[in-house]
């Protein structure tokens, strides 16, 4: 079953426009990991935030993680066509398993 | 590229059939996990394996089974394919311990028919 949950499910953005997805977990997380998927391929690793950081940067991204509100965020800054994609969080809990939502579907629009 | 090779690509199989999908770790890394994603879902959690062992597992029955050899590759094998088992099916490699970010294959898409 699906334990997080990607929020808005669809993102329909402009090119240069900011793009912010938001994510929820129910179970406690050692850490947080954001993928991208293009077209049912592979999932290509964006960035990991520990339980014990608040936001990370990573050039056009940014993540907050919210460990109270048991959420995550992530920023993409300045979007180009080539974003568009399946945007997936992952908590990571009991041996290191990753526990995924449904994911966010992010078009950006030329 | 990630450095996490899985084999095949594609597969067409019929149900009752057996199926074998391989996954190359990436370099250093110790620890490989197995993941089903279905269409328009989020990756599944089927079992992972460290030393050669498994150590950990998620909602899956018997049927699926799974080994890690010396060199940290690792096979997943289901036996009597259903229907439902048409998904990607996705590797991911990393180094054991907390904290350690995992990376995925290419996957191999599965088609039950």
């Known amino acids: 079953s699906q334990q997080g949950e990607e929020d808005p499910q669809a993102l329909s953005i402009q090119e240069g426009e900011n793009a912010t997805m938001n994510c929820s977990y129910k179970?406690?997380?050692?850490?947080l990991q954001w993928y991208r998927q293009n077209s049912g391929r592979g999932l290509v690793h964006l960035i990991l935030?520990?339980?014990?950081?608040r936001e990370k940067h990573s050039g056009r991204l940014r993540v907050t993680l919210d460990t109270s509100k048991k959420s995550s965020s992530l920023l993409i800054t300045a979007s180009r066509a080539a974003d568009t994609a399946s945007y997936f969080c992952a908590g990571t809990g009991a041996n290191s398993k990753l526990t995924f939502g449904k994911g966010i579907t992010l078009s950006v629009r030329p | 590229e990630t450095g996490v090779t899985q084999s095949p690509t594609h597969l067409i199989k019929t149900r009752g059939q057996q199926v074998t999908l391989r996954c190359s770790s990436q370099s250093g890394h110790n620890t490989v996990s197995w993941y089903q994603q279905a269409l328009g879902q989020g990756p599944q959690f089927i079992f992972q394996?460290?030393?050669?062992?498994?150590?950990g597992r998620g909602n899956f029955p018997p049927r699926f089974s799974g080994l890690q050899f010396p060199n940290y590759s690792s096979e997943l094998n289901v036996n009597a394919l259903e229907l439902d088992d048409s998904a990607l099916y996705l590797c991911a490699s990393r180094l054991q311990g907390l904290g350690t970010e995992a990376f995925f294959g290419q996957g191999t898409r599965l088609t039950v028919v």
């Open positions: 179970t406690s997380i050692n850490n």
């Open positions: 394996y460290y030393r050669e062992e498994e150590n």
């Open positions: 935030i520990r339980s014990n950081e």
